[in-house]
């Protein structure tokens, strides 16, 4: 039995554990993806002339590579930072 009304047991806290993880894993594969979506828009509208330079390039794969990654591990990471500051924690410790 906890100590406090607001501690968790073991199990409790492990569970909490594994739900916060999925839920900044979920958050983090839609950063992810949305990373992805906006480096295939740049290419695609080519902006700056970007998709007409890779397109007349022999070899384009490695610099769709170098602006794709980027910017998914960017939007990733701002929208999992989004994540942890609206996590509920006090929600959970008033139930």
Known sequence: MPLHPDELTPEEARRDHWEML???ALNASFGAALGFLVAFAIVWLDFGGLGTSLARSSHPILPTIMLAVPLALIF???VTASAVMTMPYR???QR
Do not use: E, Q
């Open 22 to 24: 999925g839920f900044l």
């Open 76 to 78: 990733a990471a701002a």
């Open 91 to 93: 929600k959970k410790k």
